[in-house]
């Protein structure tokens, strides 16, 4: 805190207890005092910390629009220019936010303790620049075991996360079409990569194939599992009734108890006993000459549908239990499947089975990531989506068993209120839409109308870090990927010219 920058005063009923204005000193080193910079001044409750939200030229020579016109008159050229030099009247204010006063060790240079302001700042304090030590401690940051992302807007300082901060509560990636929600999540799974066993088991639902890339990059090869969905099976011998119902609405309650005496039956024949599939079922039903004919011929109806699937065999495949390991990325791709029910039937059984192996410690931690998350858990006008309801079951009790929950999504407000709701941390970049601002505003207190008018206004590859990840909102340039996706340098023109027509008969 040896650099003085500038000298708090009395403008326009400020300072207050939440913000105070400074004038900027003219430096003779390569100090450059712009928007986003920490500072701290001391005032009556010890040091206060804030942060530079706008900076105003002022030049009293310009206020006036007689003495422009007569600046700018032909008839007395450099006259006035050699009389009054108007560099000599111009000066820099800045306005800060007041962020907390914070007691800490001037041997150690650690924080003891933060709390809020009661009282404002002192006109005519100097204002400093503040450590970047302090800075780090004073935000949450992690610089010996973070992840890094990027750099706080406006200065060099890293932004590394703390890895407990931000996975053992849950998260959310927001953002429009193209604002770089899949750019950010690799440049967080490529943190998480290098990490190793120190962090969780990740399983990333890769709805359009993004990340398939990270399997042929050699220093994660050993890390990275791609799972082809077309070999994903459901074991019917670990389906409840109840749960086929739940894959099935249209079966009635007589038809699931009906159902209920057959899985039973299969159960304790020893050939059958935990290995059948739903053509067992459909074949025990109708080799059953007793039993209502009108129940069981709507239960084969509806059971040879569910079959119709290819979802359901035997044996679950891949066997979840052997396949979790920590600090491993399990990609479930599903770029090639289209039917929308079909994904939901397949993230409900393979969350449920994780979430239950992991409740009773058969797994590792795990850390879910679900892309396109507003398709999988939406908000009440599509509440009969068949995994909504684990995903909201993770998002409000997973922490307690350290399963995380990231939901990434274009469209907060198609996203359930229930599980944004449970997000501690966002990561949010562009949003334009009105009405996704609103509701992220009603599901989160610390999204005021401030920081809407600032998310709108974000470019690419910038975004704002809010929640428990962080003791205070802060805004971050997105760092590039260390390494590249096939997508990277895909562009409309390039795939135009070198597409060729192809015989689809």
């Given amino acids: ?102 007691e800490f060790d001037e041997v150690t240079k650690k924080i003891n303790r933060i709390h809020r302001m009661t009282y404002p700042a002192n006109p005519g304090g100097g204002v400093f620049l503040v450590d970047e030590n302090i800075i780090n401690e004073f935000i949450g940051f992690d610089i010996e075991n973070g992840l890094n992302l990027g750099n706080i807007k406006g200065s060099n300082l890293k932004a590394m996360i703390n890895i407990d901060r931000l996975l053992n509560k849950h998260f959310a990636i927001l953002s429009i079409s193209g604002g770089g929600k899949s750019y950010l999540t690799s440049i967080l799974i490529e943190e998480l990569l290098l990490k190793k066993e120190m962090v969780p088991c990740t399983i990333l639902i890769d709805v359009h194939g993004e990340y398939s890339y990270l399997k042929n990059i050699k220093e994660f090869k050993d890390y990275v599992e791609i799972q082809n969905i077309n070999y994903f099976q459901i074991a019917t011998s670990k389906m409840s009734s109840w749960t086929f119902k739940k894959y099935q609405q249209q079966i009635s309650h007589a038809q699931v108890r009906e159902l209920t005496k057959y899985i039973q039956k299969l159960n304790k024949d020893e050939d059958k006993k935990g290995k059948f599939s739903l053509s067992d079922i459909i074949e025990l039903i109708e080799s059953d000459p007793e039993g209502n004919k009108n129940t069981k011929q709507a239960l084969i109806g509806w059971l040879s549908e569910l079959e119709h699937l290819n979802l359901f065999g035997a044996i679950e495949n891949p066997n979840l239990k052997n396949l979790v390991r920590k600090g491993k990325l399990i990609i479930f791709s599903l770029e090639n499947e289209i039917s929308l029910r079909k994904k939901q039937i ?160």
């Fill in 1 to 102: 805190m040896d650099i003085q920058i500038g000298t708090i005063l009395t403008y326009n009923q400020l300072p207050d207890v939440s913000s105070f204005p400074f004038i900027i000193n003219k430096l003779k080193n390569s100090v450059i005092i712009k928007k986003g910079l920490f500072i701290c001044t001391k005032s009556k409750e010890g040091f206060l910390i804030g942060i530079i939200e706008k900076i105003i030229l002022l030049n009293e020579y310009f206020s006036d629009a007689l003495t422009i016109k007569t600046y700018n008159d032909d008839k007395n050229p450099n006259i006035l220019k050699g009389l009054f030099p108007s560099e000599d009247f111009e000066f820099a204010l800045a306005i800060v936010k007041c962020l907390g006063i914070i």
């Fill in 346 to 505: 397949i993230i409900d059984y393979l969350f449920n089975r994780l979430f239950y192996l992991r409740r009773i410690d058969k797994i590792p931690p795990i850390f879910f990531i679900v892309e396109e998350a507003h398709q999988l858990c939406p908000e009440a006008s599509q509440s009969s989506a068949i995994s909504k309801k684990i995903i909201e079951t993770i998002a409000r009790e997973g922490r307690k068993f350290m399963a995380c929950l990231c939901l990434i999504s274009q469209r907060p407000k198609k996203l359930s209120t229930t599980a944004l709701s449970q997000m501690n941390s966002k990561m949010v970049l562009n949003i334009k839409n009105p009405y996704d601002l609103k509701h992220l505003m009603d599901s989160s207190e610390a999204i005021t109308k401030e920081y809407a008018n600032m998310i709108s206004s974000l470019g690419v590859g910038e975004m704002v870090l809010m929640g428990n990840v962080v003791n205070y909102p802060i805004f971050i340039n997105v760092r590039e990927r260390k390494f590249k996706s096939n997508y990277e340098d895909l562009s409309l023109t390039n795939i135009c010219l070198n597409w060729q027509n192809k015989d689809l008969r």
